[in-house]
């Protein structure tokens, strides 16, 4: 079942400029209704005359192609059954219409598995075939419909769709007719659903998230990335997730996870990646009402910011941003040489062994500079001066975000 309550959007508006549909998204209004279906909930995205507008577009281009012969429109199931609806309606000329069902969608993400449930009919040979879709993504499911129509010996076929996020498609096939190109957001109503509910909606709506701010946060030792986090925490309701800290927490407590963890330190070897990741996804999950999180200490090479990144993609998130603390090594030499004095660690009183620290830093976070930099995520920080004057630089970054 669905329930509406009210809350502030950011609601989109379309409009047609020289026959091609333009979203533009508008200030924050208020009074706007939310859908929840199941654990979800949705703003509102496009009104019915919105979508009309575009089911309009696609009836009249292709029209214009087949105004002397008649096609047979194949609607994919389950989610275009109301946009071949709503097309044939304002098609002006004779034509036909089948369905195939094909599925790749459980919950909020494709599984990567097309399944064909419901076969194209026998009768289409010779025919001009139209696929319409609802929606193209990925372009996994149109890739099977190709493959379908491949071994039947039809004259001609093409491919139209509602919805097409361009951003994201990848498949190799022209899709010949659109009636908007849309963001790369989760989209129910009007035919498409989230586990099986939705369809039956006049309007489209997209799901509703906070935004989050999730940053890695670098910096060699003594650069002051603990301090920084503390005061980064409060200002954005960040949870900062220390490796250190919680490989502590986890080894002190004789969690699963610690007790592994500790039977590869004790025996002198690197505690696996997948150890790793999962003490942090134990952190996020026991956290959900952050609006984000601080990773540090953790990645600290390629393979674990790849690691890092697929867990997010999972949870429907991502890395925002990577800031490093730039400082210069003198000056930092200096501050852990003093902080030594206090701590009593004797890896901050011997000066050759802070500059293999930093050797090793170095080493390991020049790959993952170029990691972060080819997603446009990487951004540098001076590190020295007043602990005030650090955090607004700082936080400058976060809020460009």
């Known amino acids: 079942m669905f329930s509406q309550k009210y809350g502030e959007i950011l609601k989109p508006k379309v409009y047609l400029e020289k026959s091609e549909i333009k979203i533009v998204y508008l200030p924050p209004v208020k009074s706007e209704f939310l859908m929840q279906l199941h654990d979800k909930s949705f703003v509102p995205f496009l009104s019915e005359a919105q979508i009309m507008a575009a089911v309009q577009k696609v009836a009249d281009a292709i029209a214009e192609d087949y105004k002397d012969e008649t096609p047979i429109f194949v609607g994919v199931l389950n989610g275009s059954f109301m946009f071949v609806s709503d097309l044939l309606k304002v098609y002006p000329h004779p034509c036909e219409v089948t369905f195939v069902k094909m599925s790749s969608y459980e919950g909020l993400t494709s599984t990567g598995i097309v399944e064909t449930l419901l076969d194209v009919s026998e009768d289409i040979e010779g025919k001009s075939v139209i696929i319409l879709e609802d929606i193209i993504d990925t372009g996994r499911t149109l890739k099977e419909l190709v493959h379908m129509f491949s071994n039947i010996n039809v004259k001609e076929f093409k491919v139209a769709t509602l919805f097409y996020k361009s951003e994201i498609y990848k498949g190799e096939y022209t899709i010949d007719y659109f009636g908007m190109e849309i963001p790369d957001k989760f989209i129910v109503g009007y035919g498409l659903d989230y586990n099986e509910l939705g369809r039956n909606l006049r309007e489209v709506y997209q799901l509703n998230q906070p935004h989050m701010i999730n940053l890695v946060l670098f910096g060699k030792p003594g650069a002051g990335k603990g301090t920084q986090a503390e005061f980064l925490k409060e200002k954005y309701n960040l949870k900062h997730i220390s490796t250190g800290d919680v490989f502590r927490y986890n080894i002190k407590n004789n969690t699963e996870l610690g007790v592994l963890a500790k039977s590869y330190m004790d025996k002198g070897d690197l505690v696996p990646d997948e150890v790793t990741i999962k003490m942090l996804q134990d952190e996020v999950e026991k956290n959900a009402d952050a609006s984000g999180f601080i990773f540090d200490g953790f990645p600290r090479t390629t393979a674990q910011a790849e690691a890092l990144d697929a867990f997010l993609m999972s949870k429907d998130m991502k890395i925002n941003a990577t800031i490093a603390l730039d400082a210069n090594d003198e000056v930092l030499i200096q501050r852990l040489l003093e902080r030594g004095k206090v701590s ?55 809020e460009e975000l």
Do not use: M
């Not at 009183?349 to 802070?354: N, S």
């Not at 830093?361 to 790959?367: F, G, L, S």
């Open 344 to 398: 009593g660690r004797p890896d901050d009183q011997d000066e050759d062994k802070i500059r293999n620290r930093f050797d090793e830093y170095n080493q390991k976070t020049a790959p993952l500079k170029d990691y972060y930099e080819s997603q446009g995520k990487f951004h540098s920080v001076n590190g020295i001066g007043a602990i005030d004057d650090i955090t607004a630089r700082l936080a400058k970054v976060i």
